[in-house]
């Protein structure tokens, strides 16, 4: 039982480039989360997906797309990186209604130059 | 917009030494989580607190929902170097999925 994974740990880019992070959790939630997290800004939610086949936009979701694959999957992805994309990334999910309890992935630590 | 503000945002402390941290709001929650996150790792759920008044102990940490259901606090007794890290309170709406609201966090350095 993995909880919830996320691919890649690190990833460079330049201005401009495109890339998807992975994110995928095995224990059967409802609701999937990104999050970016930043240097005395805290964790803001970029998008979530409280249901298969449902996304909405959260706090920050300018310059990103999501896709949730199936109830396991949700991937986000920068189809033009800019330089104020740098941050760390957390997945999340989520499966209980009304308490929102969630189980984070690891990060995955992105900077554009 | 729902807001939680935590306090204080940095702490330094020597190991043995007690301390609380808190989280507050303008606005009610239908339950509240502590989360603790170290370097290099996403948070780990710590506690939900789910009723006005409640108190709970995970080992030397304390947590209390307010009364109210605006506020909660977070007491650690005799510090530990392995305490330290940066601790996330999280507010839950009153509706189904709705995203939480995370503070900005405490960071948390233990001294041996």
């Known amino acids: 039982n993995a909880g919830v994974t996320q691919t890649p740990k690190f990833q460079v880019l330049k201005t401009g480039q495109s890339m998807t992070l992975q994110c995928a959790q095995d224990m059967n939630h409802n609701s999937m989360y990104w999050y970016r997290q930043d240097p005395g800004m805290g964790l803001r939610l970029i998008y979530y997906s409280a249901s298969e086949g449902t996304t909405d936009k959260g706090e920050v979701p300018n310059g990103y797309n999501v896709s949730r694959l199936n109830k396991r999957e949700f991937s986000l992805r920068l189809e033009s990186a800019a330089p104020s994309q740098t941050s760390v990334y957390f997945c999340?999910?989520?499966?209980?209604?009304?308490?929102?309890?969630?189980?984070f992935g690891p990060g995955t630590r992105l900077t554009v130059t | 917009t729902q807001l939680l503000e935590q306090s204080p945002q940095f702490l330094s402390i020597q190991e043995g030494e007690n301390l609380t941290v808190y989280c507050n709001s303008s606005s009610v929650f239908s339950s509240l989580q502590w989360y603790r996150q170290e370097p290099g790792e996403g948070p780990v759920l710590l506690v939900t607190v789910v009723t006005g008044g409640e108190v709970k102990k995970l080992k030397r940490l304390t947590f209390q929902f307010g009364d109210a259901r605006k506020d909660s606090s977070l007491h650690i007794t005799a510090a530990q170097p392995g305490d330290t890290g940066l601790y996330l309170c999280?507010?839950?709406?009153?509706?189904?999925?709705?995203?939480?609201?995370f503070g900005k966090g405490t960071r948390l350095s233990v001294i041996a």
């Open positions: 999280a507010g839950a709406g009153n509706s189904g999925n709705t995203p939480l609201v």
């Open positions: 999340a999910s989520s499966g209980r209604t009304g308490l929102n309890e969630q189980y």
